[in-house]
């Protein structure tokens, strides 16, 4: 039994960068967001390490991370992500903004990994964040998993347990700080990750070398992704906005006793 | 008469990222290079940083923490990215180009971390330039963290106690001696050796230590390497108590050990029953240093430019927060940047950090390019049976001449050792040019950068650690050879024809830049240039008012500040030729196109303001060694007219006597002033080429207030990507 996983994960601006809503000729749009340094989407990336530890334990599996970001941004992310953990690129073109419609993206992304030759559709694993740092809405992996036609579908996921008997084990996240423990028989099954368990791995020039070999001519070959412009009512900040504020030698408990108050008086 | 000024039109968006960088410095296709850039900035920002803002430097012995960051650098291949793919590397090629952008992110966050990864380096790199292939295969393999769990660590040690080896390399006490030699069995050799502020001394586990022969049976100085297993004293000495860089471990060890010679580096030969060995320890070094240095320089570059983006943001958010300064007030939300000076200084500080990172960054890919041609070059020079040594130089002198006609005839020649000629000709200044301007001025620029932060600077809370990285600069501009010591190798090299058949050309190409761009100020620079080579050539020839030459190499006076001058050039022609790259490539990067515009206003506005200061510079230091060794006439001498004089002269010139200023009065007196004005006779070529400069400096200051503009308007992060 081995599994090929394929990852789902766009890129998102570094959230340390300060955000922007403006209206640009295609709709809403981050100001300058094409100019930001950007990162791997945190959940997806959370995805991305479980599915690389996972496919080191089972032997004979395979690990895809499929993409739908400006192309030119994309690598630049790769130049960090390729050095952590081993897999092969699938690269769309378009955007990864938090603009896009997911129903439009979840279409791409499905259609890409449909076309991944040599992939066992009996043995994948379709992984990616339960929500994405740019739109947040949750609903993008379950729409890839319905067009492949996987219904086995968990969300919120923190820990996978594969069993001698190849039936998985998952822990989702439910209410109240609990987990809810289900029990699949295997392959085929999506699986939208929340943290995971595993830290971010280390850096490795020497994995990225080898990733690389793969990665540019993923990203030459990246065809450009249709996902439509769509008309927004409105688009409104948040009506809570706290600037950042770097502090020092502060305990945590404090801290977390001035952001409740801080939620509290708002 | 229309002006070249462009009016304003853009202005930069977001502060230039690494895709920005890769276009400027030359890397974009090297997605190995890329690699090791982000996997040393999460070392860097991460547990460097973190190790920093907790406190670490505040004590100088070598803690745990700070022994953390050893393994940090080898999980995160910054150790061995200076090795071969065969122990273990993954850069292929010659390596000077990935070490100095590994120094470089390092040095973002704090020199002295900068400092123990390199130190590492330094230590092998006698071996790896010089080493025999057994040295080299022995010592790589076991350093090489891919290979080993714990990989050995070296240092380097040449500097002694007072007063043997310091800027003078050549003053070295340290001894080697025979201690036993069987018939047919290898030589041993006993080593003593004293070593000053050795830097990974408080853990190496092996040191390349520089010695002179105190032994008949030895010929002259070698480098050898000592194990911390050798028989006999490897004492590591106490700390230095030094108060920069404390993140590296610096300490005055002292060697008595017992070691085969083939431990000599480069290996031996026995001519007459005298050990000869094949490198004496100065053509180690030069080796050695002249690639080493020009990562240091990068290192104070790094640390300019890292301060630009916490000094905008304390200036922008200066007075947010007060009860009467209101959110879309100009006080709100401009802060200090209201303050012109502020703005003004801050690109003084960033034009400086730029044309520094420019001037390091092609030092080093012009030493990867030299490697291989180098290796070439010893190849050929041995079939020729040209070797090494005087022979070596004579059978390279003669081409001398075939090399400066290729130049001037902007042909890249065929021959190997002609090309190498010219590389290293042109290697020869730039290294040591990096070396004492990034870290020379560049530690003055980070004096106003810390003082751009008011007393916060001078806190250790200061974000992007200020004052530390102004202080460290010290030490950058002192170790690896002074300031001094790079004045003087300027002072030589920058004089090599072939060196300067080249500066000629590059007049004429920023000439043309010049006229695409005219708004970079290329056309100052080029005057610039001009004015420095004609003062070469005057200061060459003439005598002082006592009638000694002044260019000469005791005459530091007159060649050092030469080589300061032409140090401002070069810089700020790389700032020039890698703005002019980003205006080739920038618009093919879907991420540089977006913002384009106002990158290229503002990198051109840097040019300019890198050039009219380069100019002022350079003007100021001609003039000085154009006039200041000459002797000012007195009103007893000749040049003033004496009242008699005129009085006659008037019958035959009328009108003379009203028209002649500087007249000695029949009582003595003058008018109140040192003596006559001074006459300019054969200086007029000088004199013109002043004049000619300060106008080539028309714009520079407009250049400035555009810049300003981006200052104020450009997005920054919301937070330091590290912890202060
Ligand atoms: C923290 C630290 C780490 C170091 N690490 C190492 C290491 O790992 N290995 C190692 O071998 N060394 C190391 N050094 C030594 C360093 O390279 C020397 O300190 C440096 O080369 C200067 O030598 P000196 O201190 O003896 O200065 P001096 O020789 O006393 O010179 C002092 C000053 O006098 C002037 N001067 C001297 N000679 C001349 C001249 N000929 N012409 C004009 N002016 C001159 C210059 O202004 C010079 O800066 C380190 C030093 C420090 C502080």
Known sequence: MSYHIAVCAGIVPDPLQTLEPVSGPQGPALKNEMM?????????????????????????????????????KLQQVLMTMAQKVAFELVALDGPSSGFTESADVASALAAAIEAIPGLDRSQLLLFGGWESAARAAGTT??????????????????????????????????????????????????????????PEPPNSPQTGMQNMRTVMPALQKAKPAQVGAHAFLSVSLPKQQRTTRIVKDVPAAEVAREIAAWIRGS | MRTTARPKTATLKTLPGDDVHQILWRFSDRFDLQMLVN?????????????????????????????SLLKEFDAAGVTSASLDAEYGGYIDGPKNFALALSAFELAWVDGGAATASLAGCLALAPIHERGTEEQRAHYMKLCSPTLNAEPLRGAFCLTEPLPYVGVETGLLSGKVRIAEWKEGEEPMLEVDKRGRFTTNMGFANFVTAAVDSGDE????????????????????????????????????????????????????????????????????????????????????????????????????????????????????????????????????????????????????????????????????LAAQGAGKGMSAFRAMRKLEPDAIAAIRAHRTPDNPLIRYLILDSAANVFCPAAKLWNTGHGANELREAVSLMGGYGITEDCPGFLVQKWTDAQLEATYEGPEAVQRRQLSVTMTNEVFLAQFQNWIGELRVIAGEHPATSACALATAMQM???????????????????????????????????????????????????????????????????????????????SGRTAGEVGRICAELVFGYNRHVDWTGEGCFHR?????????????????????????????????CVRFNGYEQFQALRSKLDGCITGSQLAKDRAGESLVAVMIPAALDYPA
């Open chain 1, 36 to 72: 930001l340094p950007a990162v791997l989407d945190p959940w997806a990336a959370h995805a991305l390490y479980e599915a690389s530890h996972l496919a080191k334990n089972v032997p004979g599996s395979k690990v895809y991370l499929v993409s739908l970001a400006p192309k030119a």
């Open chain 1, 141 to 198: 992996l379950a729409m890839v998993g319905e067009r492949l036609g996987i219904t086995e579908q968990f969300q919120g996921v923190d820990a996978l347990k594969v069993g001698a008997d190849g039936s998985l084990e998952i822990l989702e996240r439910v209410e109240g700080g609990k987990h809810q423990v289900s029990v699949c028989a295997g392959a085929p099954a999506v699986l939208g990750w929340a943290t995971g368990s595993l």
């Open chain 2, 39 to 67: 996997s040393v900035r999460s070392v860097a920002r991460g547990p460097v940083a973190r190790l920093v803002a907790s406190g670490a430097r505040n004590t100088h012995e070598w803690t745990p923490e700070k022994a």
């Open chain 2, 217 to 380: 049976r030895i010929k002259g100085s070698c480098m050898v390497i000592l194990e911390e297993t050798d028989p006999g004293t490897f004492d590591r000495g106490s700390a230095t108590k030094k108060m920069v860089h404390q993140l590296s471990s610096t300490t005055d060890p002292i060697f008595h050990l017992t070691v085969p010679a083939s431990r000599i580096i480069g290996g031996y030969e026995i001519k007459d029953g005298v050990i000869v060995p094949n490198f004496n320890h100065s053509e180690v070094i030069e080796a050695v240093f002249r690639r080493t240095r020009v990562t240091v320089g990068l290192m104070t570059a790094a640390k300019l430019l890292s301060a630009v983006e916490p000094l905008l943001r304390y200036h922008r958010d200066r007075f947010r927060g007060g009860e009467t300064t209101h959110p879309g007030s100009v006080r709100y939300e401009l802060g200090l940047q209201q303050k012109e000076d502020v703005l003004h200084r801050l690109l003084e500080v960033w034009a400086t950090g730029e044309a520094a990172a420019s001037l390091g960054f092609a030092a080093a890919r012009l030493f990867d390019e030299l490697d291989p041609l180098e290796q070439e070059k010893t190849a050929l």
């Open chain 2, 532 to 610: 420095w080579l004609w003062t070469l050539r005057h200061l060459q020839n003439a005598k002082d008012a006592d009638g000694q030459n002044l260019y000469q190499s005791s005459r530091q006076g007159v060649t050092f500040p030469m080589a300061d001058a032409l140090c401002w050039l070069l810089s700020a022609r790389q700032l020039v030729l890698d703005t002019m790259e980003l205006a080739a490539k920038g618009r093919d990067n879907a991420s540089v196109a977006e913002g384009f515009d106002g990158l290229m206003e503002f990198y051109t506005d840097l040019c300019s303001i890198q």
């Open chain 2, 644 to 676: 008699e004089e005129l009085i006659s002269l008037e019958s035959i010139i009328p009108g003379i006597e009203s028209m002649a200023r500087d007249v000695l009065e029949t009582d003595g007196s003058h008018p109140p002033k040192a003596g006559p």
